[in-house]
Nanobody, 119 residues
Framework: QVQLVESGGGLVQPGGSLRLSCAASISIISINTMGWYRQAPGKQRELVASISIGGSTNYADSVKGRFTTSRDNALNTVSLQMNSPKPEDTAVYYC?????????????WGQGTQVTVSS
């Protein structure tokens, strides 16, 4: 079992910056991929960014060049640096971990943190 706890959400002005963090209850070197998803009211949950155990990253087209994800294996955390956010980035952001054990892939989710982009 993996517990994920997000922090850092809140209100941010358009063009500002915000950093989200996700702390895992186990060593993240045992987690294949960690990522950030978001869900806005009335919309489906969507991938924002992900990072593999090897450090390869993947971003949604809508956030490329503005958001950066990174992982700190020593602290067992993954972060999402949000620069120049836009009102359309407003959503609940969820931390995700995909772990493979004994040939089985399991998804784990955090409780979510609200990000509101507004002036």
């Amino acid at each position: 079992q993996v517990q994920l706890v997000e922090s850092g959400g809140g209100l941010v002005q358009p063009g500002g910056s915000l950093r989200l963090s996700c702390a895992a209850s186990i060593s993240i070197i045992s987690i294949n991929t960690m990522g950030w998803y978001r869900q806005a009211p009335g919309k489906q949950r969507e991938l924002v960014a992900s990072i593999s155990i090897g450090g390869s990253t993947n971003y949604a087209d809508s956030v490329k060049g503005r958001f950066t994800t990174s992982r700190d294996n020593a602290l067992n955390t993954v972060s999402l640096q949000m620069n120049s956010p836009k009102p359309e980035d407003t959503a609940v952001y969820y931390c995700n971990a995909v772990r493979s054990r004994f040939g089985r892939m399991t998804n784990y989710w955090g409780q979510g943190t609200q990000v509101t982009v507004s002036s």
